[in-house]
């Protein structure tokens, strides 16, 4: 599975951003999709997780202010942010494995896109 993100940019604080991820390969369906994100000098911190069924799963700094959701016909992943603070500031990257969804482990992740940066300003 090859993955691309896109939809990165510069946004103020209060901000909107949607990210997409198209993934190749015809077996998109049967992943676990995850976004994670890394800011400057941190540790890789899970975001957002979708099953095929679109069963979600959110880290609780992000609950309630972004949505993902997957089209497996068109095999992409979205993720919409809202109400975007600084702190959300960092590379994004997409994700594939088919470990449980409530498993949002950054080392047991089969396949990585290149990253997406987001940036807010205050």
């Known amino acids: 599975v090859q993955l691309q993100a896109s939809g990165g940019g510069l946004v103020q604080a209060g901000g909107s951003l949607r990210l997409s991820c198209a993934a190749s390969g015809r077996t998109f369906s049967s992943y676990v999709m995850s976004w994670f994100r890394q800011a400057p000098g941190k540790e890789r911190e899970f975001v957002a997780r979708i099953r095929w069924s679109g069963d979600t799963y959110y880290a609780d700094s992000v609950k309630g202010r972004f949505t993902i959701s997957r089209d497996n016909a068109k095999n992409t992943v979205y993720l919409q942010m809202n109400s975007l603070k600084p702190e959300d500031t960092g590379v994004y990257y997409c994700?594939?494995?088919?470990?449980?969804?409530?498993?949002?482990?950054?080392?047991?992740?089969?396949?990585w896109g290149k990253g997406t940066l987001v940036t807010v300003s205050s």
């Open positions: 994700a594939a494995d088919r470990k449980s969804l409530y498993y949002p482990d950054y080392r047991a992740i089969d396949y």
